[in-house]
């Protein structure tokens, strides 16, 4: 098959970087005190990042599912507890409650927003449900003042599952400071993604960001060495990657206008297309964010397969609900169902959306998927 001429992902996500990238590879790994995890540069980034997000504590470690599955850990949830969790998204949400000893319960969501419906999740509470992760998905946060309500209301524990939102804000509040704890991923396709993997939990807590400094390292508090106060994870964070964060994160927010500036347009042009069976992602600013562009199609194959014959690359995130697959269909109840995530499964389509797409790019996405819906005569480019 031919390279389509817009890809999915962006080709040269760190060329800009590259000679930097290089320079720091060299003095990390030349410098005398040969350190490359859990170093100066990590409780740099970690204060940087708690500086720009607003958090009292940043903790960052080994990946978005390492920091799930402490933030859950450091929370109380353990074996036999019910933690809710979206029926739409991706495999971690579910897996590291699972890993806990715990169970996913899974809520439908929203047709309109695609994450988590509060109301569905509620009906959902037992006496065993010990705390709830809503996730932000798509282009889109969760309903978070709902949650924050419903975990009041029912005395849950709230962890917000960010991993794709960094510098999304719902009422003044950015995402990842709305849960008790809130995680991101640097996972390199993330908003804030880097050559590797990495992951970051946000707290205002003091006590629990001691327990997720030490659950990131073997039980071990900073500094010690083989003293190993409780069982824990090895989730550190990379020298070389904090650096090369340190140096990417004044431009984050230029690339994240970017891909906002670029969903905006995708809306503009495709938002009249809602009577011809393609719907887009809510708009405006609140509570967004451009991470993917996913519209829902009622053709949705026949749409994925159009663009890519003509060089367009798509994603469907996610193609089944998380309790229809074999891992966690354990955790489906008999008979029960998930009717939005499944109607949702069947109809999304993420679009091309990083900040090094062009506008030509962008325009000619939107010419062919306009082309699809029949509202422009056939290119032949
Ligand atoms: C919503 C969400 N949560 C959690 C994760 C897990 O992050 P990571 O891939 O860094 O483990 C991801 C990304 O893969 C994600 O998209």
């Given at each position: ?40 540069f990590t409780?740099?980034?970690e ?47 579910a ?50 003042p ?22 999304a ?6 995402a ?7 995680i ?23 006590r ?6 030490l ?28 650096r090369f ?36 992602p ?6 967004r964010?451009?991470?993917v ?41 008999p008979?029960a ?9 069947a109809r ?28 422009r ?5």
């Open positions: 098959m031919t390279e389509p001429s817009i890809p999915f992902f962006s080709p040269s996500l760190f060329e800009a970087d590259r000679e930097t990238a290089l320079r720091l590879v060299y003095e990390i790994g030349t410098a005398p005190e040969q350190r490359f995890i859990l170093g100066e409780a740099r980034l204060r940087e990042l708690a500086a720009v997000s607003g958090a009292e504590e940043v903790v960052l470690c080994g990946s978005g599912t390492g920091a799930l599955t402490m933030a859950l850990a450091a929370v109380g949830v353990g074996v036999g507890d019910e933690v809710l969790v979206p029926a739409l998204g991706c495999a971690p949400l897996a590291a409650v699972v890993s806990l000893g715990a169970v996913p319960v899974f809520a439908d969501v929203n047709p309109g927003t695609l994450t988590m419906d509060p109301a569905d999740a509620e009906a959902r509470v037992t006496g065993r449900t010990r705390a709830v992760l809503p996730a932000h998905l798509f282009a889109t946060m969760a309903d978070m709902r949650f924050v309500d419903l975990a009041k209301r029912y005395g849950l524990r709230l962890v917000e599952d960010s991993a794709v939102a960094q510098g804000v719902l009422r003044g509040r950015p990842g400071r709305w849960g008790e704890i809130g991101f991923s640097f996972v390199q396709v993330k908003s804030f993604g880097m050559p590797g993997e990495g992951g970051a939990l946000l707290t205002d807590d003091p629990l960001a001691e327990r997720l400094r659950f990131r390292n073997h039980g071990q508090r900073p500094g010690e060495r083989f003293v190993h106060r409780t069982v824990g994870w090895n989730s550190r964070f990379d020298e070389l990657q904090a964060q340190l140096h990417r994160l004044p431009g984050l927010a230029d690339r994240l206008a970017r891909r906002a500036a670029i969903a905006d347009r995708y809306t503009e042009r495709l938002a009249p297309l809602a009577g011809r069976g393609i719907l887009v809510p708009g405006g600013d609140e509570g964010c451009a991470y562009y996913t519209v829902l199609a009622d053709d949705r194959d026949a749409l994925s397969q159009y663009l890519q014959v003509r060089g367009v690359a798509t994603h469907v995130y996610y193609p089944r609900p998380l309790p229809r697959h074999a891992a966690f269909a354990r955790y489906a109840p008979g169902r998930w009717p939005q995530a499944e109607r949702a499964c999304i389509l993420s679009l091309p959306l990083h900040p090094g797409l062009t506008d030509e790019q962008v325009e000619r996405v939107a010419d062919l998927v306009e082309e699809f819906a029949g509202c005569p056939v290119s032949h480019r």
